[in-house]
């Protein structure tokens, strides 16, 4: 019999006690679906890297997938260019991009917000302007650009000799100018190219869109405008061998954000887009339950992403996160409930790190983790959060759930005779 299998992964979800009234968000919430599934699966603590490793998002997931970071991870530009649709080639260097606003002063670029002031619409029109920037500082270089949501996106540089490896142009904070890209080893010729051609398209992007209709609106609303790009995150395309090839059956992943999308991708995941899916805390969560359960008529498992624990974490707002967690648990694991009883599914549920608001970032405490469906031996645990997982009957592990979701699949290759 076959049973197919959903990985969901919460982003933030592990908490700290200091969240809600010594318990964390995830404790704090009401989660009869987990506690439920709980009950008949088996519950555990993951590090998803390793114990004592605090997590970047990119990292986390590549290894919740199976593979190991220190040896594939080249860099975040490449799985945003990838989760918004960019044809990404060998030899290309990527970027994650963000509109920021930006003051002329003397001749230099003074940061005013880095986020634009999250600008919220627009974004097409910023878009369209920079598609027609042409570099000409080195021949033969040709930038590729893509809006994804509010203040991100991401941008691609193809041509012959490229090198990632530059510093980026995101001073991190306002009040100070654009830093200049220059080769992270001094005297590496692609490197110097690769570094002229992002100060050529950092100069462009300002003296196109300065001026833009948009930003003569947001001016005159009392906005700030979207008048520049920075750039971060340099990287080339990592060597992943596919997941289809490795386990030898077809995976697709449901994600607001391009990132995820992005990683997947990479990965040997197909896309499927959602209706409404938006990467945050208004995402249609009720709408990600039924796309995954009719991908499962094509496709042998499905990643579903939610981001919203982890905005909630980063805003330092513990209720926000809670509330969001026991919508998570209401209408995403809601219509999966019967699906795993049934032993039609195995659903495996974590989160990619730990984000508690006091903090406002991610730490590296483990996360819990639920496994269920008819293959999962049920421990004595009753209900879903972190205290609960510690003494749960998986233990603590590192990474590695995708692959651990796949054996209960029975599609987990064999090593070894
Ligand atoms: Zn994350």
């Given amino acids: 019999m076959v049973v197919k299998g959903i990985l969901i992964?919460?982003?933030?979800?592990?908490?700290?006690?200091?969240d809600i009234a010594g318990e964390t968000c995830l404790e704090a919430?009401?989660?009869?679906?987990?506690?439920?599934?709980?009950?008949?699966?088996?519950?555990?603590?993951?590090?998803?890297?390793?114990?004592?490793?605090?997590?970047?998002?990119?990292?986390a997931h590549l290894s919740l997938l199976g593979y190991d970071p220190y040896e594939v991870y080249t860099g975040r530009g490449v799985f945003e260019c990838l989760g918004v649709g960019l044809d990404v080639q060998e030899g290309d260097v990527c970027f994650r991009a963000n509109f920021a606003s930006v003051e002329e002063v003397d001749g230099k670029l003074r940061v005013t917000d880095r986020r634009a002031g999250r600008i919220e619409t627009g974004q097409e029109e910023l878009e369209a302007a920079l598609s027609e920037i042409e570099l000409t500082d080195i021949a033969g270089v040709k930038a590729y650009f893509r809006a994804s949501t509010e203040h991100r996106g991401a941008l691609l540089l193809r041509g012959e000799g490229l090198s990632p490896r530059i510093s980026e142009t995101d001073p991190h904070e306002a009040g100070v100018p654009i830093s200049r890209s220059v080769p992270l080893d001094p005297g590496d010729p692609a490197a110097e190219r690769t570094a002229t051609a992002v100060n050529e398209l950092t100069r462009k992007?300002?003296?196109?869109?300065?001026?833009?209709?948009?930003?003569r609106r947001r001016i005159a609303a009392g906005n700030l405008p979207a008048n520049v790009v920075l750039l971060r995150g340099s990287s080339q395309l990592p060597h992943l061998e596919p997941l289809s090839s490795i386990y030898g059956v077809r995976g697709a992943v449901i994600a607001g954000g391009a990132l995820y999308r992005g990683i997947a991708l990479a990965c040997?995941?197909?896309?499927?887009?959602?209706?409404?899916?938006?990467?945050?805390?208004?995402?249609?969560?009720?709408?990600?339950?039924?796309?995954?359960?009719?991908?499962?008529?094509?496709?042998?498992?499905?990643?579903?992403?939610v981001k919203g624990p982890d905005n909630a974490g980063h805003d330092g707002d513990a209720h926000a996160k809670r509330a969001f967690i026991e919508r998570v648990d209401r209408e995403l694991i809601g219509p999966l409930v019967g699906p795993v009883e049934e032993g039609r599914i195995h659903l495996a549920f974590t989160g990619d790190h730990t984000t508690p608001p006091e903090f406002g970032d991610h730490t590296d405490e483990p996360v819990p983790v639920l496994f269920a469906g008819r293959n999962v031996i049920p421990d004595q645990a009753r209900r879903f959060g972190e205290r609960a997982a510690g003494g749960g009957g998986l233990g603590r592990f590192s990474g590695r759930v995708l692959p651990i979701l796949?054996?209960?699949?029975?599609?987990?290759?064999?090593?070894?005779s």
């Avoid at 992964?9 to 200091?18: C, Y």
């Avoid at 009869?32 to 605090?54: F, K, M, S, T, Y």
């Avoid at 992007?205 to 930003?215: G, H, T």
């Fill in 406 to 416: 796949l054996g209960y699949c029975d599609w987990g290759p064999k090593f070894g």
């Fill in 268 to 305: 040997g995941m197909e896309v499927i887009r959602v209706e409404g899916a938006t990467g945050g805390l208004d995402t249609d969560l009720s709408g990600k339950a039924a796309a995954a359960l009719s991908a499962l008529e094509r496709f042998d498992y499905v990643f579903v992403h």
């Fill in 9 to 18: 992964i919460a982003d933030g979800l592990g908490g700290r006690p200091t």
């Fill in 205 to 215: 992007s300002y003296e196109v869109l300065k001026d833009l209709e948009v930003n």
């Fill in 29 to 59: 919430a009401a989660t009869p679906n987990l506690d439920r599934l709980a009950e008949r699966g088996a519950i555990g603590l993951v590090d998803p890297i390793g114990p004592g490793i605090r997590p970047g998002s990119d990292t």
